[in-house]
């Protein structure tokens, strides 16, 4: 889990079941109110950006994500082949 104030641009976490990667971060504090966290976000699948404002603390999954090198085998209905260059697993991707 990350929270708002250690958040950083260029992280990935996971919002609505969704992938997204953070683009900004800015820290808004107005008068007595609570402090605000303004998100700019780039949906990960879609490449869709949205604009979210999140109270300060709030506190988001962190996704995992690796990069691989893998080679593209076949495709078999909607699931896809692949190789690991590395390993030679073969993990398959559903679309």
């Known amino acids: 889990m990350v929270d708002t104030g250690s958040m950083r641009k260029g992280i990935t976490i996971?919002?609505?079941?969704?992938?997204?990667?953070?683009?900004?971060?800015?820290?808004?504090?107005?008068?007595?109110?609570?402090?605000?966290v303004r998100l700019t976000l780039r949906n990960v699948r879609t490449g869709s950006t949205i604009i979210k404002t999140v109270m300060a603390g709030e506190r988001f999954e962190q996704a995992r994500l690796?990069?691989?090198?893998?080679?593209?085998?076949?495709?078999?209905?909607?699931?896809?082949?692949?190789?690991?260059?590395?390993?030679f697993e073969q993990p398959m991707v559903n679309a």
Not at 24 to 31: A, L, M
């Open 14 to 36: 996971i919002l609505d079941g969704e992938l997204y990667k953070v683009l900004e971060h800015e820290h808004n504090k107005q008068g007595r109110g609570t402090a605000n």
């Open 66 to 87: 690796e990069n691989k090198k893998v080679q593209y085998l076949y495709r078999d209905g909607d699931d896809f082949y692949f190789m690991d260059q590395e390993t």
